[in-house]
């Protein structure tokens, strides 16, 4: 900028300019003050006309840049350089800074950009002073890529003073990497549609990275562009929430760990490098924990929670750093495993993993062993896709589940027909729940010694759209693996204590049993006994005629789980059966530790019931202890005459099986009920 007095139409321009700016400026040439904006006219009460050029130190008194005189500040440099002086104001002495910054050395000219400062008391500023001080988006004004002014909020933000930008250039703000196709955007977007709005990032004075949206529009004075104005606004809570938001959506919330999506995007990434470099490989660990539905349901999802981070944690920390680990959903996890070339690589990292998962958990101060069942699959030419790699691990896993868990299986193409089948099953079973294909059937329990019906055992049948009527036997398995057992049970209860309730007065002598199976699932499951209670409370049913069997192998899950629960049905005044009773003898002591009512012996130990070998000796023990302990003893299976009279002189009181009955519909077990005993033992 070549310094004119106002004397040709450009001058007067450049007057224009400088007489709008809410700063004191002057324009110095070889010592002489030759011009002085209005903003400085006003504090000096000249008019512009009555200016002439005068010495520096005439009208700023004092003025020294550190320790150098005004004089010596014509350098090569143009940046400004900061100052102090006292400028005769109004009839009195006014403190103000600012800086010096020389436009031209070889003519010696400089301009000199002041506002009030000091510890005096100073004017009070115009309006728009006070506008742009109070907004919180820092404010820079611009003019032939020179700073002329600066708001409070751009040293907030930046952590330059105006001092120290005056007369400067906003490049230093810039991030080096992204200098010239920024200031070629904003060149091109303010020209064509007269301002730009832009999220970039700036650098501030200690050098960190700040996020900004920076809006760019013209400086117009009485309607020309003179300049720009530059706003900056701080967004980086804003990016840092999006960065939150972005990460929870690949992530799981509550372990931390990346869900299907981005496994699914890192194990195509894997998958694509294999492709282009044959000495990479990559595999897929599927794992799904062999025993969180006992301690869900048994402890609380709380509970179940805290196991699924545990687990998190212990694959991160077993791991190595370029595999990855996810959780796909419930109780599912799958781990990328990259470098592995042969199925012993992957076999050596399942191993690792499943020696870590089977380590005891400590939840809510129980310990607990989980244990997982993993499927190991090796990337090969036909896994095209991320998801039929994680199909393949996915058979492997059921294999090592149905195998009996806390193990690892690798995948091969024959574990595709049987998983495939065990789908068929479960898609199978849900089309009998949704259209309401099965069925309760009773089979009759009765008293040995007199024939008399004692009352009937409830169990599922599955009648076909042709009419045909087939065992639930097939599907009970898969309906407690996928969870479908949980409703099948609840909906059992409800309709045996229906049942009960309509018998109970078509029994001579009014007493009659009702027994339910309850499923692993459903023993455990946190709402069994509310259910149950909901049950008895809808039907008037009476719950002392009815009896519930558990299995000896729910029973041995979680011992003391299964104390509490019993505890809580019997104080429903239910009852209690333990179902197949001696097929070992590890469970004695539960008929002593447990509120057990009923022994149902195992059917294999009613098979032995004519042979005089041991089986024959520790059937007969049983039925002895059951009656010790002042239980009843019910012996399942039977078959044959020979095996009715052995239980009899063994003293065993109650019996059912396919000599007595097969199990009935309903309108075909009432003529027992009216009938009340069995035919061959009737008016005995």
């Known amino acids: 900028m070549n310094l004119n007095l106002p004397e040709n139409s450009d001058s007067m321009e450049q007057q224009k300019i400088l007489d709008a700016l809410p700063v004191l400026v002057f324009l110095e040439r070889a010592g002489q003050?030759?011009?002085?904006?209005?903003?400085?006219?006003?504090?000096?009460?000249?008019?512009?006309?009555?200016?002439?050029?005068?010495?520096?130190?005439?009208?700023?008194?004092g003025l020294f840049p550190g320790t150098a005189e005004p004089q010596t500040l014509l350098t090569c440099t143009r940046r400004g350089s900061p100052f102090h002086a006292t400028l005769p104001a109004n009839g009195c002495l006014l403190p103000v800074e600012g800086t010096y910054s020389v436009l031209n050395a070889e003519l010696r000219e400089a301009v000199i950009v002041a506002h009030p400062g000091g510890r005096e008391q100073t004017p009070k500023p115009g309006l728009m002073d006070d506008v742009l001080a109070s907004i919180p988006e820092a404010v820079v004004i611009v003019h032939g890529n020179h700073v002329l002014y600066t708001n409070p909020a751009f040293t907030r933000m930046f952590g330059y003073t105006a001092e120290e930008v005056s007369g400067g250039s906003l490049r230093e703000l810039i991030v080096p990497e992204t200098r010239q196709h920024e200031n070629a955007l904003m060149e091109r977007t303010v020209d064509q549609q007269g301002r730009a709005t832009i999220e970039t990032v700036r650098m501030n004075k200690a050098g960190e990275l700040v996020d900004v949206c920076m809006l760019i529009g013209p400086l117009l004075v009485d309607g020309k562009s003179v300049g720009y104005v530059f706003t900056y606004r701080d967004i980086g809570e804003r990016k840092q929430m999006e960065a939150q938001l972005q990460h929870d959506a690949m992530h799981d919330v509550l372990t931390g760990l990346p869900n299907r999506a981005l496994f699914l995007d890192r194990l195509s990434l894997a998958l694509s490098r294999r492709i282009r470099r044959r000495e990479q490989s990559c595999g897929v660990l599927f794992l799904d924990l062999d025993h969180f539905k006992e301690i869900n349901d048994s402890l609380g999802h709380a509970a179940g929670d805290l196991l699924l981070v545990a687990v998190a944690e212990r694959l991160r920390a077993v791991l190595r750093p370029q595999d990855s680990a996810a959780r796909l959903g419930g109780d599912e996890f799958a781990v990328l495993v990259e470098g592995a070339f042969t199925v012993a690589d992957l076999s050596l990292v399942a191993a690792r993993v499943s020696r870590e998962i089977e380590?005891?958990?400590?939840?809510?101060?129980?310990?607990?062993?989980?244990?997982?069942?993993?499927?190991?699959?090796?990337?090969?030419?036909?896994?095209?896709?991320?998801?039929?790699?994680?199909?393949?691990?996915?058979?492997?896993?059921?294999?090592?589940?149905?195998?009996g868990g806390s193990r690892f299986e690798v995948f091969d193409t024959n574990m595709e027909v049987h998983v495939s089948s065990q789908q068929?099953?479960?898609?199978?079973?849900?089309?009998?729940?949704?259209?309401?294909?099965?069925?309760?059937?009773?089979?009759?329990?009765?008293?040995?010694?007199?024939?008399?019906?004692?009352?009937?055992e409830a169990l599922l049948r599955w009648r076909r759209p042709d009419g045909s009527v087939n065992s639930f036997r097939d599907l009970l398995p898969i309906a407690e693996e996928t969870g479908l057992s949980i409703s099948i049970g609840r909906e059992t209860v409800d309709t045996v204590c229906r049942q009960l309730r309509a018998w109970t007065g078509a029994l001579p002598g009014g007493e009659l049993t009702m027994t339910i199976n309850v499923?692993?699932?459903?023993?455990?499951?946190?709402?069994?006994?509310?259910?149950?209670?909901?049950?008895?409370?809808?039907?008037?049913?009476?719950?002392?005629?009815?009896?519930?069997?558990?299995?000896?192998?729910?029973?041995?899950e979680n011992p003391d789980g299964a104390v509490a629960i019993l505890q809580r049905m019997v104080d429903c005044n239910v009852r209690i059966a333990i179902d197949n009773f001696g097929s070992t003898l590890a469970p004695l002591n539960h008929l002593l530790r447990l509120p057990i009512d009923v022994i149902k012996l195992d059917p294999k130990l009613t098979a032995a019931s004519t042979s005089a070998g041991r089986q024959s000796a520790v059937l007969e023990s049983l039925v002895h202890l059951g009656h010790t302990l002042g239980m009843q003893v019910v012996a399942q299976g039977i078959e044959t005459p020979a095996q009715l009279d052995a239980l009899r002189r063994m003293g065993c009181e109650l019996g059912q099986?396919?000599?007595?009955?097969?199990?009935?519909?309903?309108?075909?077990a009432l003529k027992l009920v009216e009938r009340g005993y069995w035919p061959d033992t009737a008016g005995a």
């Open 33 to 61: 003050i030759v011009f002085a904006n209005a903003e400085a006219r006003q504090m000096l009460d000249m008019a512009e006309g009555d200016w002439v050029p005068r010495p520096v130190e005439d009208v700023l008194w």
């Open 359 to 403: 380590r005891p958990f400590d939840i809510f101060g129980h310990s607990f062993h989980a244990g997982a069942s993993i499927g190991v699959a090796l990337a090969g030419p036909d896994h095209t896709a991320p998801e039929l790699l994680i199909r393949d691990a996915d058979f492997a896993m059921y294999r090592a589940k149905e195998a």
């Open 424 to 456: 068929e099953r479960e898609r199978e079973l849900r089309h009998v729940l949704d259209k309401r294909e099965f069925e309760l059937w009773y089979q009759p329990i009765y008293q040995l010694q007199t024939g008399k019906l004692a009352g009937f």
């Open 519 to 556: 499923s692993h699932r459903q023993f455990y499951h946190p709402d069994m006994v509310a259910q149950l209670s909901a049950a008895l409370a809808a039907t008037g049913a009476d719950p002392s005629r009815l009896l519930f069997e558990v299995s000896e192998s729910t029973l041995n």
């Open 657 to 668: 099986g396919h000599l007595f009955s097969y199990a009935l519909e309903p309108a075909r």
